[in-house]
Nanobody, 118 residues
Framework: QVQLVESGGGLVQPGGSLRLSCAAS???????????LGWYRQVQGKQRELVAT???????NYADSVKGRFTISRDNAKNTVSLQMSSLKPEDTAVYYC?????????WGQGTQVTVSS
């Protein structure tokens, strides 16, 4: 019903910035029913962890490790969600996944690699 495509990953130096974007596509009915959009990340050998989520009403949640450095936003008219990442640290290196929640259904993007290294 919903397809998610991430973009914007890449290599950045510590202290740098990067913006990730995710576009949601599908039927207009399904898109309108999405209650939450967000970002998770995963390092090999570790559990996938929450980075940030934003609800349709505007409520936002951040992981403690990214508060003050990352900003999540959504454009309902364009069906996109973005993650502005600043003051990046090597420990932010991971595959970042776009996430959408529609009622009881979960949707995931294919993932985009973010590498923070000098």
């Amino acid at each position: 019903q919903v397809q998610l495509v991430e973009s914007g990953g890449g290599l950045v130096q510590p202290g740098g910035s990067l913006r990730l974007s995710c576009a949601a596509s599908g039927s207009i009915f399904s898109i309108s029913a999405i209650s939450h959009l967000g970002w998770y990340r995963q390092v090999q050998g570790k559990q996938r962890e929450l980075v940030a989520t934003i609800a349709s009403g505007g409520s936002i949640n951040y992981a403690d490790s990214v508060k003050g450095r990352f900003t999540i936003s959504r454009d309902n008219a364009k069906n996109t969600v973005s993650l502005q990442m600043s003051s990046l640290k090597p420990e932010d290196t991971a595959v970042y996944y776009c996430f959408a929640l529609q009622a009881l259904r979960q949707y995931w993007g294919q993932g985009t690699q973010v590498t923070v290294s000098s």
